[in-house]
């Protein structure tokens, strides 16, 4: 089964190919950082229109980087939702409608469960049960992995993501978008013992994340050093980060603890962050998991595979094209389930 993967979900559009018997063969991202960085953030309407720019030349670059045709695609999986409504309608047009006219079956993909599965297309893959931390710009949850589409979902966050959270704090220190990875960065030069964050929510039971607090909390201490130098933007960085990676890491412990499965899968934008990687494989009486750090952000690969597993599952999409910018991921079922 040879899969075209789209995504288009929010800045960056990916496009790859997942063959079920050779793997990825091809995997092409175009990201709009530069496209949004002026403006701080994403501009939903230039995301979209950019998508409509790039999306057939990043398909014809992806069949040709694997030697493959049209005529030879088995099926096409696009992200459907979560995430930004015009954007999202992008890639569900396309693929959807080039399906029908190829007359092979399209897979409508969530773009968390897409996530979730992105560590499994490595070679060490978790066996089943396991936790999964999904940790992306717009969510940041705990879920039980009993199987495909077999979700329980065991902590979310109140407020903010965790990536969101970084992402603002990172504006807040003048840094700029995508704030998490330039926060990571400037944090490597930061005095861990200058500042002490709190970590929201570790001192009660509950699986659940807030991290507005610590938002308000970067906030105070910029404005009581304003104006910053390099070294207190690197120290407020270093706490901020080290307080969010506390606080994953200490919630994580407990689901693997309280669930009594002892591998733990990390998932979206924000696994991509080394301190979060070093701190769980130290903490954690478990076998930790991650995609490699291209497939932690968003990326056409994780949908093709994604897609294939669903496909193999029997499952295929309606000839309508339904995109959903809200979708809990446990509304989600097992494909071919009851
Ligand atoms: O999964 P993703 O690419 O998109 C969503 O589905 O949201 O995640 C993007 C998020 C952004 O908030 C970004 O700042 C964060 O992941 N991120 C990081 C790192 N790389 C990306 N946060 C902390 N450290 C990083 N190295
Ligand atoms: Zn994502």
Redesign the pocket.
Known sequence: MLVLGIET??D?TGVALYDSEAGLLADVLYSQVALHAQYGGVVPELASRDHIRKLIPLCKETLDEAGKSLNDLSAIAYTAGP?LMGALLVGATFGRSLAWGLGIPAIAVH??EA?LLAPLIEENQPPLPFIALL?????TQLVEVNGLGDYKLLGESLDD????A??KA?KMLGLRY????N??RCAESGDPKRFHFPRPMTDRPGLDFSFSGLKTFTLNTVNAHEPLADQDRADIARAFEEAVVDTLVIKCRRAVEQAGVPHLVVA???S???R?RQRLEAKLDATVYYAAPRL???NGAMIAYAGCQRLLHGERAPLSVDTRARWPITELVVPGGS
């Open positions: 979900s929010c960056e995430g773009h968390m996530h940790v992306s710009g717009g969510h993501a965790a990536g969101e970084f992402d990172a995508p704030g998490g990875p926060l990571a979206g934008g924000v991509a962050n080394v979060l932690c952000t968003d």
